[in-house]
Nanobody
Framework: QVQLVESGAGLVQAGGSLRLSCAASERTYGTYAMGWFRRAPGKERELVAVLSASGLIAFYGDSVKDRFTISRDNAKNTVYLQMNNLKPEDTAVYYC???????????????????????WGQGTQVTVSS
């Protein structure tokens, strides 16, 4: 099983930026779709961003689109979430997740359903103050 470790927790003011990292214990490029999800207190888990195993296709939740960017550094087995123009409603625990694909022709698929992700990191807290 691939292990995922998030980092980048922080407290920022509204309008600020923060970068989260997700380090994987093994190569994920080409074999795992990667995703960022978040959960705020009293709310359900929410899609933030997902990235295809190929790294070519990304999809974002409506609430973060045009503000957040997901990317990956294949050499470092690391996925990033760049968060700009943060809002108080972005406050949540952010989780990195991996969904294994077994077919090369699925390398460009993006999976937005958190239930499809088999492996999860421990989460990292992001707090945005107003």
């Amino acid at each position: 099983q691939v292990q995922l470790v998030e980092s980048g927790a922080g407290l920022v003011q509204a309008g600020g930026s923060l970068r989260l990292s997700c380090a994987a214990s093994e190569r994920t490029y080409g074999t795992y779709a990667m995703g960022w999800f978040r959960r705020a207190p009293g709310k359900e888990r929410e899609l933030v961003a997902v990235l295809s195993a190929s790294g070519l296709i990304a999809f974002y939740g409506d609430s973060v689109k045009d503000r957040f960017t997901i990317s990956r550094d294949n050499a470092k087995n690391t996925v990033y979430l760049q968060m700009n123009n943060l809002k108080p409603e972005d406050t949540a625990v952010y989780y990195c997740a991996a969904h294994r694909i077994d077919r090369a022709d699925r390398a460009n698929s993006v999976v937005g359903d958190s239930d499809e992700y088999e492996y999860w990191g421990q989460g990292t807290q992001v707090t945005v103050s107003s």
